[in-house]
């Protein structure tokens, strides 16, 4: 990453659940950082632990079972794997917020819209008066496109469509001004017409605050559109990381050129089958000695599964994790 100031740096970080078959690593030594006013992309398959650690880093794994069993967490000097609970609290959904996968479930079905809004600046600024709090609830659905705030404030989730139910989330993970949004799939189960309203959204939003944005997707559509750099996730470990120019120009992984060449292609001819990525994700619970990747892997030699390879350098401001990244033709 170029020199620029970093607000969040994940070091090392292992997260684990405890499972009746055994304790699974979900998240096995990743490391990022993300700059201020900048945009990271966290990318890859189903269970990668794309979700897991964004829930690693405002601490909100399922308990008992889940722990971050190692690693550092660094947000503004405070590394947030030791800080006090009640400390915690201040943090999530103030300073660090989210916007959780599907809104639907997320939201709570028997409260109106604008009591759990304002429900964010209760916890977070207790000193405000209720009309100033209703009011700033107000302007807040008018700054997220909310059409007749005042009339919608009374309405239940139930009532809205799916993308006013994801404005909704915007605007509760927003209430705060957080210096970092932490975006689990935003977009998904939406049509492609309000993906792209929320994604504008989110971008001017961000213009407009200077705020930091974590978003995990596992489209490269998406990513293209509104990141600044993007990780690559496989299998709990990243196997790339780059900005986001570099990654589409150069991808230096086998999976991440397997993605790249599974999009559709305007001139791709009628009638084509497109091309996937062949295999399965490896379980967890029995993962292969070497490159977790080496089962779908048409360069994998018997280096690879011997010994994982560690994340290297591949060019300015590019990290990847493969014994044959220099074989790979863009």
């Not at 008066?129 to 609830?137: E, F, I, M, T």
């Not at 196997?239 to 559709?264: C, Q």
Request: aromatic share 6%.
């Amino acid at each position: 990453m170029p020199k620029q100031e970093i607000i969040l740096e994940v070091k090392n970080l292992v997260t684990t659940f405890k499972t009746d078959q055994g304790v699974l690593k979900a998240v096995d030594g990743v490391s990022f950082q993300v700059g201020k006013g900048k945009t990271l992309g966290i990318v890859g398959e189903s269970g990668c632990g794309k979700s897991v650690t964004a829930l690693s880093v405002l601490r909100l794994l399922p308990k008992p079972s889940g722990k971050i069993e190692s690693g550092n967490i660094i947000f503004d000097g405070i590394n947030l794997t030791q800080y006090p609970a009640d400390q915690m609290r201040r943090i999530r959904g103030n300073r660090i917020s989210m916007i959780f996968q599907e809104p639907m479930t997320a939201l709570n079905p028997v409260h109106y819209i604008g009591k759990q809004i304002q429900e964010v600046y209760l916890l977070h600024h207790p000193e405000r008066s209720l009309s100033r709090v209703y009011a700033d609830s107000i302007e807040l659905l008018k700054k997220i496109g909310i059409p007749e705030p005042e009339q919608r404030f009374n309405d239940y989730p139930h009532q809205l469509s799916g993308g006013m139910r994801q404005r909704i989330m915007i605007a509760i993970a927003l209430a705060c001004g957080p210096e970092i949004l932490i975006a689990d799939e935003p977009t998904t189960a939406l049509d492609v017409t309000i993906q792209a309203q929320i994604l504008d959204l989110m971008k001017s939003l961000q213009k407009e605050s200077g705020m930091s944005i974590v978003l995990i997707t596992h489209d490269l559509g998406v990513i293209a559109e509104t990141c600044d750099d993007v990780i690559v996730m496989y299998a709990g470990q990243i196997v790339e990381s780059a900005s986001v120019i570099d990654l589409f120009r150069s991808p230096r992984h086998p999976y991440t050129k397997g993605l790249l060449n599974s999009i559709p292609r305007l001139d791709t001819p009628n009638k084509q089958i497109l091309k996937t990525i062949e295999g399965m994700v490896p379980d967890l619970r029995d993962l292969p000695s070497g490159c977790r990747f080496q089962n779908r892997c048409s360069f994998a030699t018997a280096e690879c599964s011997r010994q994982a390879p560690l994340i290297e350098p591949a060019g300015e401001n590019h990290s990847v994790a493969c014994y044959h990244w220099k074989e790979i033709k863009n």
